[in-house]
Nanobody, 120 residues
């Protein structure tokens, strides 16, 4: 299996910045993609940004130009740099990874979530 550990959430004023980090560990042969999702109370998780092994990225329209996703393949890590934060960016942010396992098979894992709160 693959475990994800997130860090970097917190409270920030509107216009400020935060950097989220997610590290994957476990029976990983190769991480194919990683991403960040956020969830508002009573709502489904929605994609914020994702990155695949070839470096291609995808962003939600609402964060384009403000958030940047990057990865470190050697560390099986993904980062989300969040700038110009808005109150509507508040929520629980979850890391996601789609990995090939070293004993065969595929595994999709989720982190425990990290709270981001942006005050107005």
């Amino acid at each position: 299996q693959v475990q994800l550990v997130e860090s970097g959430g917190g409270l920030v004023q509107a216009g400020g910045s935060l950097r989220l980090t997610c590290v994957a560990s476990g029976s990983i042969f190769r991480v194919k993609s990683m991403g960040w999702y956020r969830q508002y109370p009573g709502k489904q998780r929605e994609l914020v940004a994702s990155i695949v092994a070839d470096g291609s990225t995808n962003y939600a329209e609402s964060v384009k130009g403000r958030f940047t996703i990057s990865s470190d393949d050697s560390e099986n890590s993904v980062y989300l740099q969040m700038n110009s934060l808005k109150p509507e960016d508040s929520g629980v942010y979850y890391c996601n990874a789609d990995s090939d396992l070293d004993y065969g098979g595929n595994y999709v894992s989720w982190g425990q979530g990290t709270q981001v709160t942006v005050s107005s």
